[in-house]
């Protein structure tokens, strides 16, 4: 089972995205859902993550204050809402899901049923 990414597209320096991640209510609804990112060039990193409650919430310290996660489960929805976005930000935006306790730590290794991404650029 794959998750769905969408929301991404072209904005300049100072805009605003958000993302969505969708998947079937039973791989949303036990556990912990994250996004992360890979920017061409580069390895893929950790952008944030969020509960299965939504209570609890952790980011990059590069997104804090810009980026806000949540999710709605009755719609099996994970959310990524960006602001002042910065060209630095562009890359490609996958979701996944956690599959180990230790999701809170934005370790890769530790999420699965990767989607296919969605592409966010910005442009200065």
């Known amino acids: 089972v794959q998750l769905q990414a969408s929301g991404g597209g072209l904005v300049q320096a100072g805009g605003s995205l958000r993302l969505s991640c969708a998947a079937s209510?039973?791989?949303?609804?036990?556990?912990?859902v994250g996004w992360f990112r890979q920017a061409p060039g580069k390895e893929r990193e950790f952008v944030a993550t969020?509960?299965?409650?939504?209570?609890?919430?952790y980011y990059r310290d590069s997104v804090k204050g810009r980026f806000t996660i949540s999710r709605d489960n009755a719609k099996n929805t994970v959310y990524l809402r960006m602001s002042s976005l910065e060209p630095q930000d562009t890359a490609v935006y996958y979701c996944?899901?956690?599959?180990?306790?230790?999701?809170?730590?934005?370790?890769?290794?530790?999420?699965?049923?990767w989607g296919q991404g969605t592409q966010v650029t910005v442009s200065s």
């Open positions: 209510g039973r791989i949303f609804n036990d556990g912990a």
């Open positions: 996944a899901t956690a599959r180990s306790l230790a999701w809170y730590r934005g370790s890769q290794v530790d999420y699965d049923n």
């Open positions: 969020i509960s299965r409650s939504g209570m609890h919430k």
